[in-house]
């Protein structure tokens, strides 16, 4: 079995790498939160100091961390990581992030020859604990292929976007829809609401109506329609409402690049900053239909 280093194991890394221990790989982890690495080292795995220490003699590198200017600082510059793994070693990049970033790290790899992949991923928290992501890929094929002994114990659904770079404008794509269904979502539900309506009985209807959609069907926001998501926990957990509004900021950043027109995208990114600057950007993001609520 492949020894694996693991780097970053928050509400979607720790997961992910609790899967590969469970398929029977050697993993060293490392994350800044002490209990994120006990967790897995409860598991089977083995704790590192540091992300240097816990690279060394690794065939895999996955790395999951918030957002570009992480992944920048792990991987570039003389003390960054391509400067101390070997050659040939194989890099699974599951964050977040620009494009751009995502490319210039592909390239500083491509200089060390090392091999590297993007692949972001969709599926939430459950579909992490589950196994059952997406897998967002941008990169060669052939690295793709020596990936997948690793995606495949992680997620059910492993998608070759493109070239390095083309797995993270999906996944862009992907979140601001995500953002713009769940801020609709939370709209109709409130009004349903406001006139009278049970929310349970409203999203019901939607799931076997036209406006059936991801929120309505597996991630309700309304607390109490569904017993197992964030929204009847507080709205604890899931994929924080700063998350989206990264997500949302980088799709802006996309738009702007390509010349491309994005007004729903915008007025979503707009509602989470609003939401976000009121307290709430710890919560999960299904957590906005608080913006919409009539208050008692």
Same mark, same amino acid.
């Given at each position: 079995?492949?020894?694996?280093?693991?780097?970053?194991?928050?509400?979607?890394?720790?997961?992910?790498?609790?899967?590969?221990?469970?398929?029977?790989?050697?993993?060293?982890?490392?994350?800044?939160?002490?209990?994120?690495?006990?967790?897995?080292?409860?598991?089977?795995?083995?704790?590192?100091?540091?992300?240097?220490?816990?690279?060394?003699?690794?065939?895999?590198?996955?790395?999951?961390?918030?957002?570009?200017?992480?992944?920048?600082?792990?991987?570039?510059? #003389? !003390?960054? $990581?391509?400067?101390?793994? *070997?050659? /040939?070693?194989?890099?699974?990049?599951? @964050?977040? =992030?620009?494009?751009? %970033?995502?490319?210039?790290?592909?390239?500083?790899?491509?200089?060390?020859?090392?091999?590297?992949?993007?692949?972001?991923?969709?599926?939430?928290?459950?579909?992490?604990?589950?196994?059952?992501?997406?897998?967002?890929?941008?990169?060669?094929?052939?690295?793709?292929?020596?990936?997948?002994?690793?995606?495949?114990?992680?997620?059910?659904?492993?998608?070759?976007?493109?070239?390095?770079?083309?797995?993270?404008?999906?996944?862009?794509?992907?979140?601001?829809?995500?953002?713009?269904?769940?801020?609709?979502? #939370? !709209?109709? $539900?409130?009004?349903?609401? *406001?006139? /009278?309506?049970?929310?349970?009985?409203? @999203?019901? =209807?939607?799931?076997? %109506?036209?406006?059936?959609?991801?929120?309505?069907?597996?991630?309700?926001?309304?607390?109490?329609?569904?017993?197992?998501?964030?929204?009847?926990?507080?709205?604890?957990?899931?994929?924080?409402?700063?998350?989206?509004?990264?997500?949302?900021?980088?799709?802006?950043?996309?738009?702007?690049?390509?010349?491309?027109?994005?007004?729903?995208?915008?007025?979503?990114?707009?509602?989470?900053?609003?939401?976000?600057?009121?307290?709430?950007?710890?919560?999960?993001?299904?957590?906005?239909?608080?913006?919409?609520?009539?208050?008692?």
């Amino acid at each position: 079995m492949s020894r694996i280093a693991f780097i970053g194991l928050g509400n979607m890394g720790g997961p992910m790498a609790q899967n590969l221990l469970k398929a029977g790989f050697e993993l060293a982890v490392f994350d800044l939160v002490p209990a994120a690495v006990q967790s897995l080292v409860d598991s089977g795995a083995a704790s590192a100091a540091s992300a240097e220490q816990c690279v060394q003699n690794a065939e895999v590198v996955i790395s999951m961390l918030p957002a570009s200017r992480h992944v920048e600082g792990l991987y570039l510059g #003389s !003390e960054g $990581l391509l400067a101390k793994i *070997a050659p /040939g070693t194989l890099v699974i990049e599951c @964050s977040t =992030i620009a494009p751009e %970033s995502a490319r210039k790290v592909a390239a500083a790899a491509e200089q060390a020859a090392i091999r590297m992949i993007d692949a972001p991923v969709s599926g939430g928290t459950g579909g992490a604990v589950a196994g059952t992501l997406t897998f967002i890929v941008g990169g060669k094929a052939d690295d793709l292929a020596a990936a997948m002994p690793y995606l495949e114990k992680m997620g059910k659904n492993i998608f070759h976007a493109g070239d390095s770079g083309a797995g993270q404008v999906a996944k862009i794509c992907n979140n601001m829809l995500l953002g713009i269904l769940m801020a609709g979502t #939370s !709209e109709a $539900l409130a009004l349903g609401a *406001a006139n /009278g309506l049970d929310p349970k009985v409203l @999203s019901d =209807i939607i799931a076997k %109506s036209s406006g059936r959609n991801w929120a309505t069907e597996l991630y309700n926001p309304w607390p109490g329609v569904m017993p197992d998501v964030p929204a009847s926990k507080n709205y604890a957990g899931g994929f924080g409402v700063d998350l989206m509004l990264k997500d949302l900021g980088l799709a802006a950043e996309a738009a702007l690049h390509a010349g491309a027109s994005t007004p729903l995208g915008e007025l979503a990114r707009n509602l989470y900053s609003l939401h976000s600057a009121g307290g709430s950007g710890g919560l999960d993001f299904s957590s906005i239909v608080k913006l919409y609520e009539r208050k008692k």
